[in-house]
């Protein structure tokens, strides 16, 4: 079966003051991928899919999601449309149990469904936190957990929203290398129900989840392929000694 765009950009440009951002980006993910995000720091990784959340708005360009265009829609709708962002941390409520902090994220994706009971929440809660591996800690406080914990958490609260495409913004920033073999294994398992764009610097962890990565920098995109051409890739390479 032909794969399907999900989500494209059209000339997508952030602008502050005269730094350009993100500059002139066209870009399509596909239904089904795991699409990697890379490039060096400050290349506009962020700042894109700021963009795409819909928590920044463009300076110019459009952005489609499953042929609607979104450029203009709240973050909050293109959640409901099943776009949904993980935040590195910010977005856990420290003092809430875990199970609390998926239940709110599960309420707020059964609002879509009319009709939902308290009971459902319940069960979209549990399937999420099941699906980290969370379910034992269901009862503690979100803020007392160890980082990479919070992290998985913080997944979960994505999955619970149901998205159809999950941004990732630098997922294993801070968990050690058995978390990390964990977490991977949970993105491929993630894959199966959504498409996954992950802003990551640990390239062992793209090469071996991506199926194409597009590489930043200076907010433009510097190449794109699949895991195999962008490590052959000279540009690439220059971009991240510094030469490029
Ligand atoms: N709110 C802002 N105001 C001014 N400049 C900003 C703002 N947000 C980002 N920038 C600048 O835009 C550029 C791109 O930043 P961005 O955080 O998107 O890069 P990144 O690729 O995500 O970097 P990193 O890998 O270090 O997280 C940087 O030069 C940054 O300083």
Same mark, same amino acid.
């Given at each position: 079966?032909a794969?399907v765009? !999900?989500?494209? #950009?059209? &000339?997508?440009?952030?602008?502050?003051g005269? !730094?350009k951002?993100?500059d002139n980006?066209? $870009?399509?993910i596909?239904?089904?991928?795991?699409?990697?995000?890379?490039g060096?720091?400050?290349?506009?990784? #962020?700042?894109?899919?700021?963009l795409?959340?819909?928590?920044i708005?463009?300076?110019? &360009?459009?952005?489609? $999601?499953?042929?609607?265009?979104?450029?203009?829609?709240?973050?909050?709708?293109? %959640?409901?449309d099943?776009?949904?962002y993980?935040?590195? /941390?910010?977005? /856990? =409520?420290?003092?809430l #149990? %875990?199970?609390?902090?998926?239940?709110?994220?599960?309420?707020?994706?059964?609002?879509?469904?009319?009709?939902?009971?308290?009971?459902?929440?319940a069960?979209?809660?549990q399937?999420?936190?099941?699906?980290?591996?969370?379910a034992?800690?269901?009862?503690?406080?979100?803020?007392t957990?160890? =980082?990479?914990?919070?992290?998985l958490?913080? %997944?979960?609260?994505?999955l619970a929203?149901?998205?159809?495409?999950? /941004?990732?913004d630098?997922?294993?920033q801070g968990?050690s290398?058995?978390? /990390?073999?964990?977490?991977c294994?949970?993105?491929?398992?993630?894959?199966?129900?959504?498409?996954?764009? !992950?802003i990551?610097?640990?390239?062992?962890?793209?090469?071996q989840?991506a199926? #194409?990565i597009? %590489? !930043?920098?200076?907010?433009?995109?510097?190449?794109?392929?699949?895991?195999?051409?962008?490590?052959?890739?000279?540009?690439?390479?220059?971009?991240y000694?510094g030469?490029?």
């Open positions: 079966m794969s765009s !999900l989500l494209s #950009t059209k &000339g997508l440009s952030r602008h502050f005269g !730094l951002a993100v980006v066209d $870009f399509t596909r239904e089904g991928e795991i699409r990697a995000l890379i060096p720091n400050g290349a506009g990784k #962020t700042t894109f899919v700021s795409l959340a819909g928590r708005a463009p300076s110019a &360009g459009s952005i489609e $999601f499953l042929g609607k265009d979104i450029t203009n829609l709240p973050a909050h709708k293109r %959640v409901r099943g776009i949904a993980t935040f590195q /941390i910010t977005s /856990i =409520y420290p003092t #149990t %875990v199970f609390d902090n998926v239940a709110l994220s599960a309420q707020s994706a059964l609002r879509r469904h009319p009709g939902s009971k308290r009971s459902d929440i069960e979209k809660a399937e999420a936190l099941d699906r980290v591996g969370l034992d800690r269901m009862g503690e406080k979100a803020g957990m160890a =980082y990479g914990h919070q992290r958490l913080e %997944v979960a609260m994505g929203l149901e998205p159809k495409l999950l /941004i990732l630098e997922p294993t968990l290398d058995s978390e /990390i073999e964990s977490f294994r949970l993105v491929k398992e993630i894959a199966t129900s959504a498409t996954v764009l !992950l990551e610097h640990n390239m062992p962890v793209v090469m989840l199926d #194409t597009t %590489v !930043l920098n200076h907010g433009q995109i510097l190449a794109e392929g699949s895991p195999g051409d962008i490590r052959a890739n000279a540009a690439v390479q220059a971009a000694l030469t490029g």
